[in-house]
Nanobody, 124 residues
Framework: QVQLVESGGGLVQAGVSLRLSCAAS????????IAWFRQAPPKEREFVAT????????YYADSVKGRFTIARDNAKNTVYLQMNSLKPEDTAVYYC?????????????????WGQGTQVTVSS
C-alpha cells in the first residue's frame, strides 16, 4: 500500500504563487511515478502534471505549462507542485496520485493510489 498526503493549499489572490507538497509512504518512493490532478466540481478530474521515477522526465497539461513546475526529492519522499501566476480558473481540489508500473500517464485510471486532496482557491 502507498499512502499519499497533500499539503500547501489555501486561498490566494490571482497572480501569486503557491507550492503544494505530496508526501508518500509505504513503498520505496523512487519506484513510484507521481502525478498531480485537480477537480473543480462539476468538472471531471483533470490531469495537471506528472514526473518520472528519477525526476528526469516531466509532462504538463497545456493549461498549466509555463506556470507550474513539478519536482521531486526522493531523499524526502516528497513531490512538489510549484504554481506561479495563479488564475481563478486554477481553483480546484488538487490531488496527488502514484502509479507503480513503469511509465507516465495522464489519465486518472493510470494511477493506483490517491491522496485526500488539498483545496486551492484563487480569487480575482
Amino acid at each position: 500500500q502507498v499512502q499519499l498526503v497533500e499539503s500547501g493549499g489555501g486561498l490566494v489572490q490571482a497572480g501569486v504563487s503557491l507550492r503544494l507538497s505530496c508526501a508518500a509512504s509505504g513503498r520505496t518512493f523512487s519506484s513510484l511515478t507521481i502525478a498531480w490532478f485537480r477537480q473543480a466540481p462539476p468538472k471531471e478530474r483533470e490531469f495537471v502534471a506528472t514526473i518520472s521515477r528519477s525526476g528526469n522526465s516531466t509532462y504538463y497539461a497545456d493549461s498549466v505549462k509555463g506556470r507550474f513546475t513539478i519536482a521531486r526529492d526522493n531523499a524526502k519522499n516528497t513531490v512538489y507542485l510549484q504554481m506561479n501566476s495563479l488564475k481563478p480558473e486554477d481553483t480546484a481540489v488538487y490531488y496527488c496520485a502514484a502509479r507503480i508500473p513503469y511509465g507516465m500517464g495522464a489519465r486518472p485510471n493510470d494511477y493506483d493510489y490517491w491522496g485526500q486532496g488539498t483545496q486551492v482557491t484563487v480569487s480575482s
